[in-house]
């Protein structure tokens, strides 16, 4: 699995304000891509929070570019594509990838990147952080997105 060799980051981030973007698309891994992520955000103290949800995860790059751009110290996308029989998967996932790391060295804001690409819906569901998955994707873009926030933060004071 991908986890292996993956960092545990604990993160102090009370004050911050973050926007959580999440797809609507595959219900069961948005609700665990979800949890996962607000329990990331409430271990870190953080109050202030907003959740918005887009159609798909086409969608993503241009609300967490909205956020960033609103002041939002860091902002977590969340969404879920799974391969199908047709290209689209690919054109939806680059793009969705291309665009949210394109806001992050656009804006300076970080962007936790919390979009599974699965060949299929278990492996979504085994990252989707539910009681019987082995990953929580949505707690790991949290925590990334704060505590890359985190570090700017120290830069940026000098």
């Excluded at 955000?41 to 918005?52: E, H, N, P, S, W």
Aim: with cysteine; glycine share 12%; aromatic share 4%.
């Amino acid at each position: 699995m991908s986890k292996h060799g993956a960092p545990e980051l604990e993160v102090e981030a009370s004050g911050a304000r973050v926007a959580v973007v999440a797809s609507s698309w595959h219900q069961p891994v948005m609700d665990g891509l979800l949890g996962g992520t607000r329990r990331a955000l409430d271990d870190a103290g953080v109050t202030d929070v907003t959740i918005l949800r887009a159609p798909g995860s086409f969608e993503l790059p241009l609300l967490a570019q909205a956020c960033a751009v609103a002041g939002y110290d860091a902002v977590v996308a969340l969404g879920v594509i799974i391969r199908g029989g047709t290209p689209h998967f690919e054109y939806v996932s680059t793009a969705a990838t291309d665009g949210l790391a394109r806001v992050a060295l656009d804006t300076g804001v970080p962007i936790g990147f919390g979009l599974l690409t699965c060949d299929d819906e278990q492996q979504a569901l085994d990252r989707a952080g539910l009681p019987d998955s082995s990953e929580d994707k949505g707690r790991e873009a949290a925590e990334a997105a704060l505590s890359t926030w985190s570090v700017l933060r120290g830069v940026r004071q000098g």
